[in-house]
Nanobody, 127 residues
Framework: QVQLVESGGGQVQAGGSLRLSCAAS????????MGWFRQAPGKEREFVAS????????TYADSVKDRFTIARDNAKNTVYLQMNNAKSEDTAVYYC????????????????????WGQGTQVTVSS
């Protein structure tokens, strides 16, 4: 049973920063690639960023590249999303996801059938 709990959402002004956290209750956290998706009102859920279980490989959506950073602490079973230079279009519910993988370099850019999801945390960027 995998449980993911996001935290750190809230309101931030445009240009500001916010850090999201996702605490995972899993058997072996390092067996999972981790990622973030988001869903804005009236839009489909979209990929934001993912990180390999080793932490050495990351990938980002073009819309957040150079502004957001994904990181993980395998000792704490936690993945983070540092959001800098926030824009109004970043307003969405952010979801943490965990995907079981078999090698240290796997990342993903879309939802996986065998993924686990958190409940989401709201991020609102005000201009």
């Amino acid at each position: 049973q995998v449980q993911l709990v996001e935290s750190g959402g809230g309101q931030v002004q445009a240009g500001g920063s916010l850090r999201l956290s996702c605490a995972a209750s899993v058997g072996t956290f390092s067996n999972y690639a981790m990622g973030w998706f988001r869903q804005a009102p009236g839009k489909e859920r979209e990929f934001v960023a993912s990180i390999s279980w080793s932490g050495r490989k990351t990938t980002y959506a073009d819309s957040v590249k150079d502004r957001f950073t994904i990181a993980r602490d395998n000792a704490k079973n936690t993945v983070y999303l540092q959001m800098n230079n926030a824009k109004s279009e970043d307003t969405a519910v952010y979801y943490c996801t965990a995907v079981p993988v078999f090698d240290s370099a796997t990342v993903f850019t879309g939802p996986a059938e065998n993924a686990y999801w958190g409940q989401g945390t709201q991020v609102t960027v005000s201009s």
